[in-house]
């Protein structure tokens, strides 16, 4: 394995200098010479914690029978290929040249060479959470039968859970949605973008079978029929034969927007995300970090409502319900940057970085900092000194007052 520093700047933000092991794939493992030179000395390329030699490896998994490496002597028969030992990047010790005498003498096989499999795959760091998150669902828990709300300093709201299963997500756990399930947050004003710029984004598993589905939306519907077609007032953002639709409404005017040329295929993870830009009047999508191009629509239209927001599905069951996976649901309240729709793709499996504040923090007031005391409304009052700059906010932390404000803005 390779040890690399890893270093990201994003939006201003300096990720701290992390150290990831690397599962070469192949060639880039070890630069090893070897196809048959003889009677070289190497000290058998001491690859991370193993000793690893030369001769027959093939150059998959590091793994290699190493000639007769069992006593120490490597025979030079050499067909060491681009994977086996050699001077190994920076983490072996050995320059291991091809034949001579093996001085690693332990039989490299043990270890297979790191246990990474070779697939040339590298764990990255988290991201920092970036301004402007207001909602964030992780689906990694239920307390209380809601899921937690992550987005620091937020007081947008916990989704309480309506019928979803756990399942293995793509951060983690995530949740599993099979047609009439739905997570429903309240009618805190901050979901509310009425006429400000917002962003959606998340994680997406559709079903193979699944026809069309509501990801999410905060929407009335005219005679409460669910089809995304009969919007009355508010957003909804929804899956069909591939494509991803965003509509919007006030009343009198609607705006739809398709995501053309991107699909959706079903049965696989995928990065969604969308955005409403105001400023510029236009509506992108995302499909991990692919973009469509800008589609505009009339300035003014209002989407706001009292409609709580669902996750899934409709408040009525029928048609349109989710089937398949979510996880990592965020609402932000600004146009997101592609840098930072970027950086969260690539950063996969390690997503977005979480942790509590520090106890003693002086950012902090807190009410409890047991979220089920929270959401059960069992933390005692406590009074935001606004004028002095302080919000109140709930979400897996606990709750009570922020220094300043909601997603570090």
């Known amino acids: 394995m390779v040890a690399v520093a890893v270093v990201g700047l994003l939006e201003g933000c300096i990720l701290d200098t992390t150290y990831v092991d690397v599962a070469g794939a192949g060639d880039s493992e070890s630069v090893g010479a070897s196809a048959g030179t003889t009677a070289e000395t190497g000290s058998g390329g001491v690859d991370g914690m193993d000793s690893v030699g030369d001769g027959t490896d093939s150059g998959t998994d590091d793994v290699g029978t190493d000639g007769a490496d069992s006593g120490g002597t490597d025979d030079g028969a050499g067909t060491d290929g681009t994977d086996g030992a050699g001077t190994d990047g920076t983490d072996g010790a050995g320059a291991d040249d091809g034949g001579g005498t093996d001085n690693g003498g332990d039989s490299d096989g043990g270890d297979s060479d790191g246990g990474d499999s070779d697939t040339g795959e590298m764990a990255l760091p988290c991201v920092p959470p970036f301004t402007g998150l207001h909602l964030w669902h992780r689906y990694d828990e239920l307390i209380a039968g809601y899921y937690p709300d992550h987005a620091p300093s937020s007081s947008a709201g916990h989704g309480l859970d309506e019928g979803t299963t756990p399942s293995a997500g793509w951060v983690g756990d995530g949740a599993q949605f099979s047609g009439s399930a739905v997570v429903r947050v309240g009618t805190s004003s901050i979901l509310n973008p009425t006429v400000n710029s917002f962003s959606v984004s998340m994680w997406v598993r559709v079903d193979p079978d699944e026809d069309d589905a509501v990801l999410v939306n905060k929407a009335t519907l005219d005679l409460g029929v669910p089809d995304p077609a009969l919007l009355d007032r508010g957003w909804i953002l929804s899956w069909s034969a591939g494509l991803l639709s965003f509509h919007m409404s006030d009343g009198p005017s609607t705006v739809v927007a398709t995501a053309d040329g991107l699909f959706l295929d079903p049965g696989a993870w995928r990065f969604v995300v969308v955005v409403v830009d105001r400023p510029l009047g236009e509506i992108r999508f995302a499909v991990d970090d692919q973009w469509s191009a800008p589609q505009p629509f009339a300035a003014g239209i209002d989407v706001g409502t009292s409609a709580p927001l669902r996750i899934g599905g409709f408040a009525e069951t029928g048609a349109w319900g989710l ?46 900092q047991d979220p089920e005391a929270c959401i059960l409304d069992l933390a005692p009052a406590i009074d935001c000194p606004q004028d002095q700059g302080w919000t109140g906010f709930e979400n897996i932390c606990g709750c009570g007052c922020h220094k300043t404000g909601f997603g570090g803005e």
Do not use: H, I, N, R
């Open 323 to 368: 089937e398949g996976e979510l996880d990592e649901l965020q609402l932000w309240a600004k146009v997101t940057p592609e840098a930072e729709v970027s950086a969260q793709f690539f950063a996969g499996a390690s997503g977005l970085c979480f942790s509590c504040p520090e106890e003693g923090d002086p950012d902090y007031m807190w009410a409890s």
